[in-house]
C-alpha cells in the first residue's frame, strides 16, 4: 500500500485521530510544529505519521487522567480530568475578561468579553463561523455547510 502525503492544513486535525475524548485534552487546541508529526522527515505528512501522531498524544492524555495506573478511567479520576479542565477554562476566560482585575465577572466585562472576539459585537464568533466566505452574510450553503457541534464547515 502506498502512504500519500497529507495537506499541511490537515495537521491541525492530528488531534482528532486521537483515541481520547474531549475531556482528556490538555487545554486550547494548538496545531503541533510539522516535525513532531513528520516522524521521517521527509517533508510530508502521511495518513499513518497523523494517525500514530494522535494516538501518542492520547495515550500520553490517558495515562495522565487514569492516576491508578490500573488501564481505565474511574467516575473519580473523570470528575477530576473534568474539574481540572473546568479550572483552566475559568482561568482563561477571568485573564480574557476580567478587566477591573478583581477577579470577578461582571456583566459589562462579559458582553465585551463576547463583543470583542472576531471584531464583532453580539454573536460575533458564531457569525463568524457561519459565513465561511466573510461577506458579512451567511447564504443558504453557508448554513447547509455548518455543523453546530464542531463549529467546522462539514467537508
Do not use: H
Not at 485534552?25 to 510544529?33: C, E, I, L, S, V
Not at 473546568?86 to 462579559?110: P, Q
Not at 465585551?112 to 457561519?130: E, I, Y
Amino acid at each position: 500500500m502506498t502512504m500519500r502525503p497529507i495537506p499541511l492544513a490537515l495537521i491541525a486535525l492530528a488531534g482528532a485521530a486521537s483515541l481520547a475524548t474531549p475531556l482528556l485534552a490538555d487545554g486550547p487546541r494548538t496545531k503541533p510544529a510539522f516535525t513532531e508529526v513528520d516522524a521521517d522527515g521527509d517533508g510530508a505528512v502521511t495518513e499513518a505519521e497523523l494517525r500514530a501522531y494522535g494516538a501518542t498524544r492520547g495515550q500520553a492524555r490517558f495515562a495522565r487522567v487514569d492516576m491508578d495506573g490500573d488501564g481505565s478511567l474511574s467516575r473519580a479520576e473523570l470528575e477530576a480530568a473534568g474539574q481540572t479542565r473546568a479550572a483552566s477554562r475559568i482561568e482563561r476566560m477571568l485573564e480574557r475578561a476580567d478587566t477591573d482585575g478583581d477577579g470577578a465577572l461582571s456583566r459589562a466585562e462579559l458582553e465585551a468579553a463576547r463583543g470583542d472576539q472576531d471584531g464583532r459585537r453580539g454573536g460575533g464568533r458564531m457569525f463568524g463561523r457561519l459565513d465561511a466566505d466573510g461577506d458579512g452574510r451567511v447564504s443558504a450553503a453557508e448554513w447547509d455547510a455548518f455543523e453546530p457541534r464542531r463549529g467546522r464547515a462539514k467537508n
